[in-house]
């Protein structure tokens, strides 16, 4: 099984809204990524979870904040986020270790809509 | 210059056609190489991951890695309308610490009936 899920499909928010996307993958593997990406661009890195720990943050704004409740669950809470913010969110998960950590699996992602 | 440079296309191919898509790179720190298939408003799917360089077929699909030119190249043999998609290649190092890939900006193929 090499799935990765997203919820929701969509999500619809004003900019006080707070709301929270799920990703779940059931593969074992330790790694977990968001990414962001804009219409007719690739995807661009936003967090890396590595064994549920806060690796990598690529200077994403704090309306941004990433949590991975254990191994197989990785949330991005969402808060008073921008116009601009609208996008594909994605999430991805790998191996961590090995030559298969670049091994990437995406979920379908989680269209954002900020009014 | 980016690390990986993909021509955006769109590739416009004929039901049947052989399709080349190629990517170059500059990181020589790369050593795994990835295409992914998009479709619209979807996720990229993984197709191949390859190391270093050689070829790597599955089914329909070959990819080449010649990391003595920094190219790496997705063939799609008797394509269909259903690999209509845009293709992203992908590069990553071995340890950098970033455990992040690269990508190049993705080619659009449209493969017409």
């Known amino acids: 099984d090499t799935e990765v899920t997203q919820t929701p499909k969509h999500l619809v928010m004003g900019m006080t809204n707070k709301k929270s996307l799920k990703c779940e993958q059931h593969m074992g593997h330790r790694a977990m990524y968001w990414y962001k990406q804009k219409a007719k661009k690739p995807p661009e890195l936003m967090f890396v979870y590595s064994y549920e720990k806060l690796s990598i943050n690529e200077s994403v704004p704090s309306r941004f904040s990433p949590e991975c409740p254990n191994s197989s669950l990785l949330n991005l809470h969402l808060h008073a986020l921008q116009p601009e913010d609208s996008a594909l969110y994605l999430c991805?998960?790998?191996?961590?270790?090995?030559?298969?950590?670049?091994?990437?699996?995406f979920g379908p992602g989680t269209r954002l809509t900020v009014l | 210059q980016k690390e990986v440079e993909q021509d955006p296309g769109p590739l416009s191919v004929p039901e049947g056609a052989i399709v080349s898509l190629n990517c170059t790179y500059s990181?020589?720190?790369?050593?795994?190489f990835m295409w992914y298939r998009q479709y619209s408003r979807k996720g990229p799917e993984l197709l191949m991951y390859?190391?270093?360089?050689g070829n790597k077929e599955d089914g329909r699909f070959t990819a080449q890695v010649d990391k003595s030119s920094k190219y790496i190249s997705l063939f799609i043999r008797d394509s269909q309308p259903s690999d209509s998609a845009t293709y992203l290649c992908?590069?990553?190092?071995?340890?950098?610490?970033?455990?992040?890939?690269?990508f190049g900006s993705g080619t659009r193929l449209q493969v017409q009936p």
């Open positions: 991805a998960s790998s191996q961590d270790g090995g030559r298969r950590y670049n091994e990437q699996f």
């Open positions: 390859t190391y270093s360089s």
């Open positions: 990181n020589s720190a790369f050593q795994y």
């Open positions: 992908a590069s990553g190092a071995m340890d950098t610490g970033r455990r992040a890939l690269t």
